[in-house]
């Protein structure tokens, strides 16, 4: 089982999965962001009655409608891959990955798809308050799609409520709560969705800014502008704290990943976190904390990570060599472990075709003992438990950076437009412009992040990628990879040039909404 | 309340969900339906733009029930997650594929700057009602004349055709169940024309494609219930779930299961009593007849697909690997936790139908379109 894994197939199986969740991922941030301001605005609309409020909602509401069906479009890709692509992983985690998948569609995809076709189609059906409660309906059957999604995601990365059971050779759910409220599964959610507000708010402010610039549709911009810079700041603040959250959970459950986020091979007491730095080409490989240059404020990894200013956070090395005064086992002991725990399991299987209960209990107390370390059974070489630090490092420095940098732009807009002067600033402006692409940016170096530095794992510990792949000619997965890139590719510049057209005519112009 | 029910209760009571949810899936293929039509149904610009607001505005409905599918395929029937879609691995991405481009084609259409240019995107509309609906209805094939492949003592699936799912095509009653889906979602596809344009032109040519398609859809139909019935079956005995081969299975079961029986019965007789109302009393209302219809005979196909002992994803070289609903299925823990969100399925369907009435009150014609913001 070992020496069968087909490198090539691994990868292009993983290349797959990545550009169908970063195009996926261009979409969905501002379809959770937008949808809830699209309902405010439309909030005053009915509460005020004033018909500007009403031409707001609906051009946005236009803009969202071409996002929201490319959104769907890659969406469905990523669902079914589970089962493609992913086949083994999808047997293994089935009986508790695939609950919140199917809660997902019963309880939000229809909510959003019924009342998405009320908004677009019901302004003269049905009565203004119950359009409302379509918008606000749509805003939350999106944000509640994601909780599910990111609750399986979560699971992955900290699998809790279950049992491997040797019968199956499966993970089966045991405490649906605990899958549901797991620490990680909360804190993803709410740092995923409160960074994709930041995102849409971004995105509000950037257009209005270019009409601010042409000096087209003031009030509609600078309405826009207050709204989304409220709710950006709001939500940026939020983010900052949930992210801490975050990285508190990486540190308890993914140390090798917080080791690559910060660059960090040796571990120490008493860390200090990197602002930002660029570490040498070689620090890899001589496994030394070796930066061209960085600022670093002392002790605050530690703090962040451990909650505790003297805390010892483990670098790369003691992960894969292994730390006996920090009680930190080593790589090649856990993957002892875990052929043991695969060897006992096959004992297991075989004794029980051949009725000999007394062997059989034997071998399950063997894997029962040693199942948690199952994943590392499969792996050939201590190296293999690191992600890619660099790019773990700089997508991690990225996200971290930009979002004070949003920050800082929230309060800026919020404070020139509240005093009426963001009109004259036009360096301003056209920072705000370019701000629209960062926030992408830093949305998708966030799953980057998650998603490389929990590598080599599909399941935290349990299955490695390698193993979790559908078993398939490389070939095929790579024809599947241009397929889908060809296609998402020509989709994205459409939608791209559909939004940015739809921005040029403005509100009035575009008959065809 | 769903703790105490029995293991197999649960197993069964998943599978009429999920068979329910096929079931209106392909009730809502009227969309892909309509999609092949709009050039045989219009004459002109006008024509075509009703007819592609009238089923632009559905989509989503059908396109939600195949995700809602696929997410309780997972949850409740794992294995056949893994073994089907891991394994037929060409036949689920060509009809991944023909969704995918249906998704933005009626948004991006009709907008400036769309790169493409509207005739494209019609032409994915067209291929996602024809080649996407075709290859479902082989797929759904497969549930009853098998597969090849094996799982091995981890449950890995190892398929044992090069072509991985699209040798599904040369099996002639997986072709004749994919003609039929097509030739039936083409009709309801029509009926639901008539029902929803307000245009005497648009609902004349309809009815003769009723008519037409009605003849396609008896022929195929017919062929692959004969077939069905005639051809060897799998099934799997209770008490040790070896898999042998049984001859004339689905008639047994037919006959086995009377209740199926009537609802495949009852299903029949409301699609045939939905055209002729359509063809000869010139009735707007056949799509709630043939819809219903089709439910119910979906329902009943998939019910003999996988109740009374039946495999019903089948590997036709390996019988022992061959999946039936209670070696494929999740824990009994996983299967009553979602029995309990299952409970909210009515509560969808109300809302739904709530949904459907305020956007339909009034039918499609040009002051309606006029009046309309978001046009396709």
């Known amino acids: ?290 930066f061209h240059f960085k600022f670093e404020v002392p002790k605050v990894l530690s703090l962040l990570g451990y909650r505790s200013v003297d805390a010892f956070v483990p670098g790369i090395k003691d992960l894969t060599d292994g ?67 660099p790019l773990t490092f700089y997508s991690f420095h990225i996200m971290v950076g930009l979002g004070a940098l949003f920050i800082l732009l929230f309060m800026t807009t919020l404070y020139l437009s509240l005093k009426n002067k963001l009109c004259n600033k036009k360096l301003l402006l056209k920072l705000l412009i370019l701000s629209l692409p960062l926030g992408y940016v830093a949305s998708e170096s966030g799953w980057i992040v998650a998603e490389v530095g929990r590598q080599p794992w599909a399941i935290q510990d349990l299955m490695p990628v390698s193993v979790a792949t559908t078993h398939i000619d490389a070939t095929a997965v790579m024809t599947t990879f241009i397929l889908f890139a060809v296609l998402f590719t020509v989709l994205l510049i459409a939608e791209i040039k559909i939004m940015l057209t739809q921005i040029k005519i403005g509100p009035e112009g575009g008959k065809n909404v | 309340m769903f703790e105490s029910c029995t293991y197999l209760f649960l197993q069964q009571y998943w599978w009429i969900i999920v068979s329910l949810l096929a079931a209106f899936f392909i009730f809502l293929t009227f969309v892909q339906g309509g999609q092949t039509l709009f050039g045989a149904l219009s004459t002109n610009e006008d024509e075509k733009t009703m007819l592609i607001n009238a089923i632009g505005r559905k989509w989503e409905f059908t396109f939600t029930t195949l995700v809602t599918f696929g997410g309780a395929m997972f949850a409740a029937f794992p294995k056949f997650y893994s073994t089907s879609f891991g394994g037929a691995y060409w036949l689920w991405i060509a009809i991944l594929f023909c969704f995918v481009i249906q998704a933005v084609s009626y948004e991006f259409r009709k907008k400036p700057g769309n790169v493409l240019g509207a005739k494209t995107y019609e032409i994915f509309l067209y291929i996602n009602g024809s080649i996407g609906i075709f290859l479902i209805g082989v797929a759904v094939g497969t549930f009853f004349t098998g597969s090849d492949f094996v799982l091995n003592e981890f449950n890995q699936v190892a398929w044992l055709n090069k072509t991985r799912g699209l040798e599904a095509v040369f099996n002639f009653q997986n072709v004749a169940l994919g003609l039929t889906v097509f030739s039936l979602s083409r009709i309801l596809g029509a009926q639901y024309f008539i029902n929803s344009i307000d245009n005497d032109n648009i609902a004349t040519r309809s009815r003769r494609q009723v008519g037409y398609n009605t003849l396609l859809f008896l022929v195929f139909f017919l062929i692959f219930v004969f077939m069905l019935l005639l051809n060897d079956g799998f099934s799997y005995t209770q008490d040790n779930g070896l898999v042998s081969k049984a001859s004339n299975k689905y008639f047994h079961n037919l006959i086995e299961m009377p209740v199926v029986m009537l609802l495949f019965i009852m299903g029949v ?30 329902l009943a196909l998939l019910l003999l697909a996988g109740f009374n002992n039946t495999c019903f994803y089948p590997s036709a070289t390996y019988l022992q690997s061959s999946l039936t609903i209670e070696n494929s299925s999740s824990s009994k823990f996983t299967l009553a936790v979602m029995s309990y969100v299952s409970l909210f399925i009515p509560f969808v369907l109300l809302y739904m139908i709530f949904a459907w009435k305020a956007i339909n009150k009034k039918r499609i014609n040009h002051e309606e379109l006029s009046e309309t913001d978001h046009k396709y």
């Open chain 1, 1 to 290: 089982m070992i020496t069968d894994i087909d490198i090539a197939l691994v990868d292009w199986s993983r290349a797959q999965f990545a550009l169908t969740a970063i195009y996926h991922w261009f979409f969905v941030p501002l379809t959770l962001g937008l949808s809830f301001m699209i309902a405010i605005m439309e909030t005053i609309y009915v509460r005020t009655g004033n018909e500007e409020w009403k031409r707001i909602t609906k051009f946005w509401m236009k803009l969202f409608g071409v996002n929201f069906a490319i959104g769907v479009a890659t969406g469905i890709i990523l669902e079914f891959e589970f089962g493609t692509n992913w086949s083994n992983y999808s047997w293994f985690v089935g009986d508790i990955f695939g609950a919140p998948l199917a809660i997902e569609g019963i309880l939000a995809f229809f909510l959003e798809s019924t009342f998405i076709a009320v908004m677009f189609f019901g302004w003269k059906k049905v009565s203004k308050k119950f359009h409302l409660l379509s918008s606000w309906l749509v805003a939350f059957g999106s944000n509640l799609s994601a909780l599910w999604i990111l609750v399986a995601n979560s699971w992955m990365q900290y699998p809790v409520g279950m049992e491997l059971n040797p019968d199956t050779v499966r993970s089966e759910m045991i405490g649906f709560w605990d899958v549901l409220l797991s620490p990680v599964a909360v804190n993803k959610f709410l740092h995923t969705i409160s960074s994709s507000y930041v995102v849409a708010a971004l995105f509000i402010i950037g257009v209005s800014s270019w009409y601010l610039l042409k000096k087209r549709e003031l009030l509609l911009a600078s309405r826009s502008i207050v709204l989304a810079s409220v709710f950006g700041l709001l939500s940026a603040l939020f983010t900052a704290i949930t992210g801490d959250g975050s990285a508190y959970m990486v540190a308890q459950k993914q140390p090798a990943k917080l080791a690559a986020m910060e660059g960090l091979y040796q571990g120490k007491s008493g860390a200090g976190l990197i602002i930002f730095g660029v570490p040498k080409a070689d620090a890899h490989k001589n496994r030394e904390d070796n």
């Open chain 2, 269 to 298: 007789l409301l699609v045939l009593s939905g055209i002729l109302i359509t063809w000869f009393k010139k009735s707007t209302k056949g799509i709630w007849f043939s819809g219903s219809g089709t439910i119910l005979t979906v």
């Open chain 1, 323 to 389: 730390n006996k005064e920090q009680q930190i086992m080593s790589a090649s002991e856990k993957m002892e472990k875990g052929r043991l725990a695969l060897t006992s399991l096959r004992s297991f299987k075989e004794f029980k075709k051949q009725n000999n209960q007394a062997k059989a209990d034997s071998a399950l107390s063997i894997f029962r003992a040693n199942a948690q370390y199952m994943g590392y059974g499969y792996l050939n070489n201590p190296d293999s438990i690191i992600p890619n630090v």
